[in-house]
Nanobody, 119 residues
Framework: QVQLVESGGGLVQPGGSLRLACSAS??????MGWYRQAPGKQRELVAF???????TYLDSVKGRFTISWDNARKMMYLQMVNLKPEDTAIYYC???????????????WGQGTQVTVSS
């Protein structure tokens, strides 16, 4: 079974940086992504990798966030710099599962890690 565990969240000041990590075990992946959900808002796709080589970003994080996959360690990362208060959310790593595409209810989700950006 696939097990996803996020880490690296925390409280930072605006302009600060965090590196989120998602430990993925149990399956092989070629597509993966990070989602976030802020209080009172819909969950949104932050960044994803397709085919383990192509990266795509939410416009509001482009140039500030970097998604990556370490195949040797089976770890997905989200490097976040120049964080803004609007980045405050719970961040989830996500992988497709057996016909359930990225971001769908029945895809693989981690438990989430809280990122809070505040002065």
């Amino acid at each position: 079974q696939v097990q996803l565990v996020e880490s690296g969240g925390g409280l930072v000041q605006p302009g600060g940086s965090l590196r989120l990590a998602c430990s993925a075990s149990g399956s092989m992946f070629r597509t993966m992504g990070w989602y976030r959900q802020a209080p009172g808002k819909q969950r949104e796709l932050v960044a994803f990798i397709s085919g383990l080589d192509t990266t795509t970003y939410l416009d509001s994080v482009k140039g500030r966030f970097t998604i990556s996959w370490d195949n040797a360690r089976k770890m997905m990362y989200l490097q976040m710099v120049n964080l803004k208060p609007e980045d405050t959310a719970i961040y989830y790593c996500n992988f497709p599962r057996d016909g359930h595409g990225l971001g769908t209810v029945n895809s693989y989700w981690g438990q989430g890690t809280q990122v809070t950006v505040s002065s």
